[in-house]
């Protein structure tokens, strides 16, 4: 079936209440926004641009000198942003595979290239995973890809089947010896709830449990550690009468770090902003949305 076909059937099953942003996912929200692709589609987004401002304590809001944009296809994927900050830009390009999973991640800044390839098994999970980089020497940093020549990092993944609801993931270091194994657990629903991951040679292990809701949405999100010492953390996530996320709290073991807030468009159920505050200075950075072009 084509992808082009199934634009029509993604735009009539999404409704009135998609949601701009995507929780669903176990590492939501780590690095950039997660634009859901479907509300994205739907509403026929070609670009977002971004503007930031910050305020300390007792001051008032400054604008600060950065800026993102972002750029989708006709099919909702995020295909490329650039984010100026600290007086260089960085520019991400992305390209995803017939099953809209994403096969390269491409950056580059004033000193040069960086790029992330992954390949993907019948499932959908990861197969392998290359790091590439390059120096710039006059390249068009908006669609430059590192060839594979200039490779600096490779794994593969393997993967043995427990039961219907357990698996574990194999990390193959470059000789192809397994140096990690990651226990995958996942509920009725097929969510992943909990992951364990231990190195196959020394001591330590990594523990995240996650709990949903009844919209697959990301209700907290813990992570222990005793790799390097003792480290914890944890995420919450709370919503409103549309499901969209409204609030994400950040905590390192028991102490509350930050807290980020959400605003959208009454009407059109957009983005419009995020709120963050830092519970230690009170200082808060805020980013406001606005789409740039329609399809």
């Not at 199934?6 to 099953?13: K, Y």
């Not at 971004?50 to 994927?77: H, M, W």
């Not at 120096?135 to 060839?147: G, R």
């Not at 397994?178 to 009725?188: G, P, S």
Request: charged share 25%.
């Amino acid at each position: 079936m084509s992808r082009t076909f199934l634009i029509s059937i993604f735009i009539l099953t999404c409704t009135a209440h998609a949601q701009m942003l995507d929780n669903s996912r176990l590492h939501a929200f780590e690095g950039k926004p997660e634009f859901n692709r479907t509300f994205i589609m739907s509403k026929g987004i070609k670009s977002i641009f971004c503007t930031y401002s910050s305020k300390a304590d007792n001051d008032v809001i400054r604008p600060e000198n950065q800026s993102a944009y972002y750029k989708f296809n006709r099919f909702g994927e995020l295909t490329f942003e650039y984010k100026t900050y600290y007086g260089d830009t960085v520019y991400t390009l992305y390209v995803y595979d017939e099953r809209s999973n994403l096969i390269i991640k491409s950056s580059a800044d004033k000193y040069g290239f960086f790029s992330i390839h992954h390949t993907y098994d019948a499932s959908n999970r990861i197969t392998s995973t290359q790091h590439r980089a390059q120096s710039f020497t006059n390249q068009d940093k908006t669609n430059y890809i590192p060839p594979e020549e200039t490779v600096n990092f490779k794994e593969k993944y393997t993967y043995t089947e427990l039961s219907d609801t357990s698996y574990i993931k194999h990390y193959h270091n470059s000789a192809n010896e397994i140096y990690k194994n990651e226990y995958y657990y996942l509920d009725h629903k097929k969510r992943i709830t909990k992951t364990e991951s231990y190195p196959k040679l020394g001591s330590g292990k990594e523990t995240t449990e996650i709990d949903y809701n009844n919209e697959n949405q990301i209700l907290s999100r813990a992570s222990q550690s005793s790799y390097m010492g003792n480290y914890a953390s944890k995420y919450t996530y709370a919503y409103d009468e549309n499901k969209n996320i409204y609030s994400m709290n950040y905590y390192e073991g028991d102490v509350f770090k930050t807290e980020f807030q959400f605003v959208y468009d009454s009407e059109t159920n957009l983005l419009t902003g995020i709120i963050s505050r830092d519970k230690g200075s009170n200082s808060m950075m805020i980013i406001q949305f606005d789409v740039g072009s329609w399809y």
